[in-house]
Every structure is written in structure tokens, then in C-alpha cells.
């Protein structure tokens, strides 16, 4: 048996938010990062590429650099910012390169857990970056183990890895390798894989989380993968596509190489990265998001109006869908709460006292905007209604006279399986509440959410084309038993 992975042992605490509670958001998965580009600096281009996906995933970071058949890794606990410097970068020498920035779906946060998770092969060391989360890896594990793997980490990345591995210890080429192992794997993953031949990019066949493609010139040809737009803008790289659900595209000397390895690809894009997870500035369908969730907010403006004298919007990620829902309905929009833009998150956890004052700790309301006006707050998403509770408190303390809340997406009802932290379904509010019942909880006028129909036609993509599961309960790829149990906890409870 080929030696297996290297172990750092080095278990660090769980991080939280900065008003020490876990954000009343679905939190994303990773961000993923390749490039091949021979006599540049490819350690510092992923540095950036990752801090442009730092949204993505807060928790660990790591670059794996190949120089010809020596790879080169750093990965730890922390902010891409912190996790790097100029001398550690210095010390990622190589023409290719693979990065992840992570929010811990599957594993718990340890730095052995972090990725690119490096494996060694008949051909050579391999390194993987994975967004996403699979639904099978109890089997696959169980196979890794019969095949006499030690198994390091409790990630599904590490057993997608090894599953590669596996094949081409076999005595199959890395394209042969990868496609058998990716045909064994059910569930969301989009990866950057480096190995010394190459770099790959990979989507599973629903493409449930992005990946795209872009140029850094040719002659000799340059390129870099990830998942959004916005980690090609910030090292000046040009879109060129997007990687297709069931593509492997292959980056060599000799160019790009594209593989179709699914027998029956069907595009089931995340809708919530278009609605809140991807930042604004990414592109999808030819467009930012931004201008989706603009017209989210018209949406929603014609779906549910209020008469009030002032829209406002829960920065950063409810602020397009607020100023589309003033656009359409003609109401003025104003900024209502200011964030500080300083703050992330900390292993430092406040006192009681401190956590009772939570929210002000990130969103400071302003008074002159507020006092004694009717107010609409949009926001993208009500996950557990903990935030949503004390924000509306804050705005009627600061003088609202009365605060109407719309939210630019429909209610959360269950948990994703596929990468996204959406809590178990006992803990989302409109899994077990009606809207009545939640505007009540949250203490807000009127509450109304956006229509299924209205999030999906807004795309102006085919409605047939997006994983909505969250809304509906109606997952695209099939979720056994075992892993639903652990998060379907009503439903469980409902059959016993
Ligand atoms: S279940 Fe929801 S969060 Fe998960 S992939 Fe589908 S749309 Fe996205």
C-alpha cells in the first residue's frame, strides 16, 4: 500500500460569530481555488483568488503549490488574511496551485480537517479542493477501509480523494482515475484538483455548486478555476465559461481539455447562492447578482407592498433586494443600519451581558432615518428568527413606528444536504411555524416572503434548472435515510 496523507493533529475550538452566536444564516461550505501558470507567482495568485472567496468560508485555509513532483502545503485555522504572509507564500514555490477556504458541513473545524487534502499516489501526490458535500460517504468510507486505507480526517473530501487514489493505484492514468472515482460519489461537489501533470476542475452532474474558468493569457496558456467570478476579477483574470455539471476539464501545457464523465448531467444550481450565498459582484446567467436580487425585490414589491415612509435593508446581503423593492414601489429607500465593517469572526467569546446586547454589535441602527417613520426591512432569508427578533427591536427602539418585514426568498422548511449549513429542521422557524406565528415571534407588523414561483421566474433561466430543495423538501439528488435522519428531525419524530 502506497503511505497515505500527512496528519496535523492540532484541534483548535469552534468558531462563532461575533456576537458569540452562530449567525441566523445558512452558512456556505468553501470556496475553491486552482491555476496553472507556469512563471508566476501561483502561491500569492491563490492567496488572493481565496480572499476574494473568503465569504465563503471562514473557518480554515490552505494552498497547495506543485513544483514539478514536489508538492509544497500550508493550511491552518483562520482568515485567509491570517492564515498567510509574505514569507509563508515564499515558501509555496511552483507553476500550478490549489486552494480552499472552508466552513466546516461535513467533519467537524480542526485544522486535519482543513483543505486541499493531500494524498499520495502510484503517479504522484495529488491535492483537492472541495465545495460541496456528499451524501454517500458512509459507503465510500466503508470501502476505504476494506481497502486497507487509514482514513485521517472524517471529511468527504478525504474519502473523494482517496477514492482517486484508489483507482490509480490500480494502475489507471489520472483521467481514468478521477472519472471512476467521481462515478462512485453522490451528492454536490465542485473541485480544484492539482496533481503533477496537472491541474482538473470538476463539477458533479447536477452542478449544484459553481466553478468557473478564466484566462490569464496564452503562450505560454494560463488558467484559473473558481467558484465565483469574483476570485478571477481580483488577480485581473478574464471569465472565460463556467466548468458544466459532469464536466472534467483538464489544464496542461498542452491547453484545456474538456471531458463529459456523467451519463446524464441535469444543471440543478443552488438558487440560494444566487439569493444571498455568491457575492454580489459574481456573475451568473451573464449577469451580476446583484441585478437578480434587484429584481427579486421588485418581485416582492409587487407581491407584497405595505404602505410605509422608508425601505430599508439588512446589510450587506438584504440591501439590492431593498433598493428593488423601493425602485418598483416607489417608496424611498434609506440606510437604516449601519454595519461595522470591521468585525469578524473571533474565537474570543463575549460575556452574558454582552451576548443580551447582540446585534449592535455588527448593525448599529440610525435614529435621524428611522424616528417616528413606517418602515419596510428587507432581508434575503430567515433561517431561525434569533437575529431577526432583536433587529426588530432595535428599529422600534431607535423610533420606527412600525416595522413591516419582507424577506426576497420563501421560507427555509428544510435542510440542505448538499454543502449549506441550514441547521436541522427543528431549528428552522418556518418548518414548524406558520407566517402569522413567526411575524408574531419576531414582533413585526406584517411579514411576507417571496413566492417560490416569483424567486424562480425572477432568474429568467429554465425554472427546471435550479435545486430548491430548502423550500420544498423536493431534493434533486436522492438523500439516504441515515444522513436525512440526522437532520429531519420532525419528520423523524412525525413517523415514530
Ligand atoms: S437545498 Fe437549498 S441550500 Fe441546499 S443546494 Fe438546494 S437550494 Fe441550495
Given at each position: 500500500m502506497?503511505?497515505?496523507?500527512?496528519?496535523?493533529s492540532n484541534a483548535y475550538p469552534a468558531q462563532s460569530d461575533s456576537d458569540g452566536q452562530r449567525p441566523d444564516k445558512p452558512e456556505e461550505a468553501c470556496g475553491v481555488f486552482g491555476v496553472y501558470a507556469p512563471g508566476q507567482d501561483v502561491a500569492k495568485l491563490t492567496y488572493f483568488g481565496l480572499y476574494a472567496l473568503q465569504h465563503r468560508g471562514q473557518e480554515s485555509a490552505g494552498i497547495a503549490t506543485f513544483e514539478g513532483n514536489q508538492v509544497h502545503l500550508h493550511k491552518e485555522m483562520g482568515l485567509v488574511s491570517q492564515v498567510f504572509s509574505e514569507t509563508i507564500l515564499n515558501q509555496l514555490p511552483g507553476d500550478l496551485a490549489v486552494g480552499h477556504t472552508r466552513y466546516s458541513t461535513t467533519g467537524s473545524?480542526?485544522?486535519?480537517?482543513?483543505?486541499?487534502?493531500?494524498?499520495?499516489?502510484?503517479?504522484?501526490?495529488?491535492?483537492?479542493?472541495?465545495?460541496?458535500?456528499?451524501?454517500?460517504?458512509?459507503?465510500?468510507?466503508?470501502?476505504?477501509?476494506?481497502r486497507n486505507w487509514d482514513l485521517i480526517t472524517t471529511t468527504d473530501s478525504e474519502a473523494i480523494a482517496l477514492s482517486i487514489a484508489t483507482e490509480i493505484n490500480a494502475g489507471k492514468d489520472w483521467l481514468e482515475g478521477a472519472i471512476c472515482a467521481f462515478r462512485q460519489c453522490k451528492g454536490a461537489f465542485s473541485l480544484?484538483?492539482?496533481?503533477?501533470?496537472?491541474?482538473?476542475?470538476?463539477?458533479?452532474p447536477n452542478g449544484i455548486r459553481p466553478l468557473v474558468i478564466g484566462s490569464m493569457g496564452t503562450s505560454p496558456e494560463r488558467y484559473v478555476l473558481a467558484s465565483e467570478t469574483c476570485g478571477l476579477d481580483i488577480i485581473g483574470a478574464e471569465y472565460v465559461r463556467d466548468v458544466e455539471p459532469g464536466e472534467l476539464v483538464w489544464i496542461t501545457q498542452e491547453g484545456l481539455a474538456s471531458f463529459f464523465w456523467a451519463e446524464q448531467p441535469k444543471r440543478k444550481l443552488c438558487i440560494f447562492e444566487m439569493i444571498y450565498f455568491a457575492r454580489p459582484d459574481s456573475i451568473m446567467h451573464d449577469e451580476t447578482l446583484y441585478s437578480y436580487r434587484l429584481r427579486l425585490g421588485r418581485q416582492l414589491a409587487k407581491e407584497s407592498p405595505a404602505d410605509v415612509d422608508v425601505i430599508i435593508g439588512v446589510p450587506d446581503s438584504g440591501i439590492p433586494a431593498a433598493i428593488g423593492f423601493s425602485q418598483a414601489s416607489g417608496i424611498p429607500y434609506a440606510e437604516g443600519l449601519i454595519k461595522n465593517r470591521y468585525v469578524g469572526r473571533t474565537f474570543i467569546q463575549p460575556t452574558q451581558t454582552m451576548r443580551e446586547s447582540g446585534i449592535k454589535m455588527k448593525l448599529n441602527p440610525l435614529k435621524d432615518v428611522l424616528t417616528g417613520k413606517r418602515i419596510i426591512i428587507v432581508d434575503d432569508s430567515i433561517v431561525r428568527g434569533t437575529t431577526s427578533r432583536k433587529l426588530v427591536k432595535a428599529l422600534r427602539d431607535a423610533g420606527a413606528t412600525e416595522v413591516h418585514m419582507r424577506i426576497s426568498s420563501p421560507p427555509v422548511t428544510h435542510p440542505c444536504f448538499y454543502g449549506i449549513d441550514t441547521d436541522n429542521q427543528d431549528q428552522l422557524i418556518a418548518a414548524t411555524k406558520s407566517v402569522a406565528e413567526i411575524a408574531e415571534q419576531i414582533g413585526v407588523d406584517s411579514l411576507a416572503y417571496l413566492s417560490w414561483d416569483g424567486m424562480l421566474k425572477t432568474t429568467g433561466e429554465d425554472t427546471n434548472s435550479f435545486c430548491s430543495a430548502c423550500f420544498t423538501g423536493d431534493y434533486p439528488i436522492t438523500v439516504p435515510e441515515q444522513v436525512k435522519r440526522s437532520k429531519l428531525m420532525l419528520e423523524k419524530s412525525a413517523t415514530c
Open positions: 502506497i503511505p497515505n496523507h500527512p496528519l496535523d473545524s480542526r485544522v486535519v480537517n482543513a483543505q486541499p487534502a493531500v494524498v499520495e499516489t502510484r503517479l504522484g501526490k495529488l491535492a483537492l479542493a472541495h465545495n460541496g458535500n456528499l451524501v454517500n460517504t458512509t459507503q465510500l468510507r466503508e470501502e476505504l477501509l476494506r480544484a484538483i492539482g496533481t503533477p501533470d496537472g491541474l482538473m476542475g470538476v463539477r458533479d
